[in-house]
């Protein structure tokens, strides 16, 4: 079965550098999303991509964030100037269609951020 | 309450025996999700339901949707130990990319 994949699993970095977080989505599928979950904390959205523009983010997803997809495959997230509260689980997704149509999203394993 | 909030937080049961968790959201949806997480581990889709359906089966899983009072159920048949996990709705919101994750059910099946 297809899967979203996801790199590295675990990253610890100090606070204030640069983080990119990489993920490959399903092949065939249009539509990528970046959640985050912080330990024993909800999944939170953070945004959507389509056609190479973000279609959505969320009130978390601020300057210190932003999304690309450099070539076909890879879609990557980006954290300038990380902050300890920054220390989450990040989750990519993908979709075949967009959501209104009701598409299943397939989440990754999830990158683990520990910022120190 | 907030848009996806699962009851009860946390269900401890015997192997063999049914577990339910409820899900109740505030705002209109396209669809809802159910979704299991193994701690520490990703997101397992479990089943989707779009606003017009009422019920969806697959396996030992039945989940029921209820618009006109906002809330979701899981139903898991003879649960296994294996079934052990955290449990998740997340609501598709109307006009939106997004989904909204509900707070989440641990269940423990105990061998």
């Known amino acids: 079965e297809p899967e979203v994949t996801q790199t590295p699993s675990h990253q610890v970095t100090q606070m204030g550098q640069e983080v990119i977080l990489r993920c490959v989505p399903i092949?065939?599928?249009?539509?990528f999303y970046w959640y985050r979950q912080i330990l024993g904390q909800k999944v939170e959205f953070l945004v959507s991509f389509y056609n190479n523009e973000i279609s959505e983010k969320s009130e978390i997803f601020d300057d210190q964030f932003s999304v690309e997809r450099p070539d076909g495959s890879n879609f990557t997230l980006k954290i300038r100037s990380t902050k300890l509260e920054d220390s989450a689980m990040y989750f990519c997704?993908?979709?075949?269609?967009?959501?209104?149509?009701?598409?299943?999203?397939?989440f990754g394993e999830g990158s683990w951020l520990t910022v120190v | 309450s907030q848009q996806g909030e699962e009851d009860p937080q946390a269900l401890s049961i015997q192997e063999g025996e049914n577990a339910t968790m409820n899900c109740s959201y505030k705002t209109s949806i396209n669809n809802l999700q159910w979704y299991r997480q193994n701690s520490g581990r990703g997101l397992v889709h479990l089943i989707l339901?779009?606003?017009?359906?009422r019920e969806k089966h697959s396996g030992r899983l039945r989940v029921t949707l209820d618009t006109s009072k906002k809330s979701s159920s899981l139903l898991i048949t003879a649960s296994r130990a294996a079934d052990t996990a955290s449990y998740f709705c997340a609501t598709g919101l109307t006009g939106t990319y997004k989904y909204i994750f509900g707070t989440g059910t641990r269940l423990k099946v105990l061998a």
């Open positions: 092949s065939n599928h249009l539509y």
């Open positions: 339901i779009r606003s017009n359906e």
């Open positions: 997704a993908s979709s075949r269609d967009t959501l209104p149509s009701g598409n299943t999203i397939y």
